[in-house]
């Protein structure tokens, strides 16, 4: 099975900043690597596809790059909505695993 | 609106079994792919299971194989998950998932989720 290690694990931040949350997959994965937002109670929301790719509805201010095991998500101005926990997850074969959630915090 | 909406969770005991459902709505369920999603309190979300869009195709994660069984009723928009030998570990919020048409496998619709605690 395909490993996907997160990092951090938690993040705090403030209102305007620029985050970055990294995943390694634990072999290549091509492109094939998903961005999640998860709130309290809620489900998990789809942000990026393929590695890159906005989901639609999505504000631009989210974007995604990368490509075989390293990969990143950017947020670049926060805002309050935005704190969340976020998920990578791969896609390139079953099973489908996430990596273990990155916290993002208001500083 | 398109959703799926998820039903069947609660307390069981050790060892039993449970039928979890999830029903699909505004979209051409028998069209896609659907997929099961666990996350233990507190914890991340783990991949359960998937099942074709004609059922024929189904595959599991290690810690469910052998003991989950996912399936689906085209005919009533209608996504299964019977869960049997049931073990504390099993305990967390299941969502059923849906798995867009594109190419780029990702997960498009998710619902509210349905809680199964084994104690």
């Known amino acids: 099975d395909i490993q996907m290690t997160q990092s951090p694990s938690s993040l705090s931040a403030s209102v305007g900043d620029r985050v970055t949350i990294t995943c390694r997959a634990s072999?290549?994965?091509?492109?094939?690597l998903n961005w999640y937002q998860q709130k309290p109670g809620k489900a998990p929301k789809l942000l990026i596809y393929?590695?890159?790719s906005l989901q639609s509805g999505v504000p631009s201010r989210f974007s995604g790059s990368g490509s075989g095991t390293d990969f990143t998500l950017s947020i670049s101005s926060l805002q309050p909505e935005d704190f969340a926990t976020y998920y990578c997850?791969?896609?390139?074969?079953?099973?489908?695993?996430f990596g273990q959630g990155t916290k993002l915090e208001i500083k | 609106q398109v959703q799926v909406v998820e039903s069947g969770g609660g307390v069981v005991q050790p060892g039993r079994s449970l039928r979890l459902s999830c029903a699909a709505s505004?979209?051409?369920?028998?069209?896609?792919?659907m997929h099961w999603v666990r996350q233990a309190p507190g914890k991340g979300l783990e991949w359960v299971a998937v099942?074709?869009?004609?059922?024929?195709?189904?595959y599991y994660a290690d810690s469910v194989k052998g003991r989950f069984t996912i399936s689906r009723d085209n005919s009533k928009n209608t996504l299964y998950l019977q869960m049997n030998r049931l073990r504390a570990e099993d305990t967390a919020v299941y969502y059923c998932?849906?798995?867009?048409?594109?190419?780029?496998?990702?997960?498009?619709?998710w619902g509210q989720g349905t809680k199964v605690t084994v104690s």
């Open positions: 099942v074709s869009y004609n059922g024929n195709s189904k």
């Open positions: 997850q791969q896609s390139n074969s079953s099973p489908y695993t």
């Open positions: 072999q290549s994965i091509s492109r094939y």
């Open positions: 393929a590695a890159s």
């Open positions: 505004e979209f051409t369920f028998s069209a896609y792919t």
């Open positions: 998932a849906r798995q867009w048409l594109l190419p780029e496998i990702a997960f498009d619709i």
